[in-house]
């Protein structure tokens, strides 16, 4: 079956600009994770979701950061007046349930942003 | 201060050769989780290990929680150049807790 995928790929913007990510989760998996991954860094969470709402988002940065799964399957993260300091891979990543014991997290390929 | 250290950073090493690679915190884990990543791509998961002094083996991978939870290390038999990638480990502090990941231990194994 198809896995975790994320659009686009490869995000180039300028600093000040708004940027949505997307991510389209396995299908039927509740929870749906976003992470970011620096250079030389492991990922780092930012916000998961159980169902339709964000159930920790403990993660986000700052208030220029905001994530929305409406209908409980796709999610986009949303970047507002970006910085260079956003440059990343931002990762999405979905499982069954949030469990840590049992549900395994299935990553998307990440979209590189990079704000110039 | 980083939740969990990955040492080495780094490790090249010839087709064949062992290789461990550590995991360490001053945390109790309920559970940790291995993971490989290749470039351009997300990371997938190795295994999870969840009972203190656990192991488990993969193939030619060997993974070790340590007896007070705080550790793991992952030991490669006769690596391969397929083995070459960025080795993540990634610890729960509770089962319904965030991943937290470490830096990683990038791995590359030559012909």
């Known amino acids: 079956g198809a896995g975790v995928s994320q659009t686009p790929s490869n995000k180039v913007t300028e600093k000040g600009k708004y940027v949505e990510l997307r991510c389209d989760p396995i299908?039927?998996?509740?929870?749906l994770y976003w992470y970011r991954q620096s250079l030389g860094q492991g990922p780092e969470f930012l916000i998961y979701?159980?169902?339709?709402?964000?159930?920790?988002d403990s993660g986000l940065p700052n208030d220029r950061f905001f994530a929305v799964r409406p209908e409980g399957s796709v999610s986009t993260l949303k970047i507002q007046r970006t910085e260079r300091g956003d440059s990343a891979m931002y990762l999405c990543?979905?499982?069954?349930?949030?469990?840590?014991?049992?549900?395994?997290?299935?990553f998307g390929p990440g979209t590189r942003l990079t704000v110039l | 201060t980083q939740l969990l250290e990955q040492s080495p950073q780094f490790l090249s090493i010839q087709e064949g050769e062992n290789l461990t690679v550590y995991c360490n915190s001053s945390?109790?884990?309920?559970?940790l989780q291995w993971y490989r990543q290749e470039p351009g791509e997300g990371p997938v998961l190795l295994v999870t290990?969840?009972?203190?002094?656990e192991v488990k083996k993969l193939k030619r991978l060997t993974f070790q929680f340590g007896d007070a939870r705080k550790d793991s290390s992952l030991h490669i038999t006769a690596a391969q150049p397929g083995d070459t990638g960025l080795y993540l480990c990634?610890?729960?502090?509770?089962?319904?807790?965030?991943?937290?990941f470490g830096k990683g231990t990038m791995l590359l194994v030559s012909p």
């Open positions: 990543a979905s499982s069954l349930g949030r469990d840590s014991f049992t549900d395994t997290q299935y």
């Open positions: 299908s039927g998996h509740t929870a």
């Open positions: 979701f159980q169902g339709t709402g964000a159930a920790d």
């Open positions: 945390s109790v884990f309920s559970s």
């Open positions: 290990v969840v009972t203190g002094g």
């Open positions: 990634a610890g729960a502090l509770t089962g319904y807790s965030t991943l937290t």
